[in-house]
């Protein structure tokens, strides 16, 4: 098989970050948090404009209980890169919750619900902010989005 090699010149192929990624969630599900933070920390390096790494490395934050490292990967980070990731955005509002900003997150979710975003963004941001979804209920009180 031949290949272009002016198609990219970066050092990993699009299905290699993916493979890396669900690596990285796997080691962050089994309590390795510094080994899925290094791996996510390699996405970034290469691909610093795909949300997947600043993603991986949030919540790899937020599973060892530091939520205010997770805010601060997507926000100074991911955002930076990245300032028009719904994604990101989504699971910024989503980690506020986590870290007692309930207000900034709501207003954040409800602004980015009001814009054009994807049928995905639109279904997390309804699981995370729907007062019917018992586990966050003790989070923030709001109303269903419509």
């Given at each position: 098989m031949?290949v272009?090699?002016?198609?990219s010149n970066?050092?990993?192929w699009?299905?290699?970050?993916?493979?890396?990624?669900?690596?990285?969630?796997?080691?962050?599900?089994?309590?390795?948090?510094?080994?899925?933070?290094?791996i996510f920390?390699?996405?970034i390096?290469?691909?610093?404009?795909?949300?997947?790494?600043?993603?991986?490395l949030a919540?790899a934050?937020?599973?060892?209980g530091?939520?205010?490292q997770?805010i601060?990967?997507?926000?100074?980070?991911g955002?930076?890169?990245?300032?028009?990731?719904s994604?990101?955005?989504?699971?910024?509002?989503?980690?506020?919750?986590?870290?007692?900003?309930?207000?900034?997150?709501?207003?954040?979710?409800?602004?980015?619900?009001?814009?054009?975003i994807d049928?995905?963004?639109?279904?997390?941001?309804?699981?995370?902010?729907?007062?019917?979804n018992?586990r966050?209920?003790?989070?923030?009180?709001?109303?269903?989005?419509s």
């Amino acid at each position: 098989m031949m290949v272009d090699k002016s198609v990219s010149n970066e050092i990993l192929w699009r299905n290699e970050i993916r493979l890396l990624a669900a690596i990285g969630f796997m080691a962050a599900r089994k309590g390795l948090y510094i080994q899925a933070s290094e791996i996510f920390e390699g996405i970034i390096k290469n691909r610093p404009n795909s949300p997947f790494g600043y993603l991986g490395l949030a919540l790899a934050k937020i599973s060892v209980g530091d939520p205010e490292q997770a805010i601060s990967v997507l926000r100074n980070r991911g955002l930076v890169n990245i300032p028009d990731s719904s994604e990101l955005t989504a699971w910024l509002a989503v980690f506020l919750q986590f870290s007692g900003e309930a207000e900034a997150g709501y207003g954040l979710a409800k602004k980015l619900a009001s814009l054009c975003i994807d049928e995905a963004t639109l279904d997390l941001l309804k699981k995370f902010f729907n007062s019917k979804n018992k586990r966050f209920e003790h989070f923030v009180e709001i109303k269903e989005f419509s």
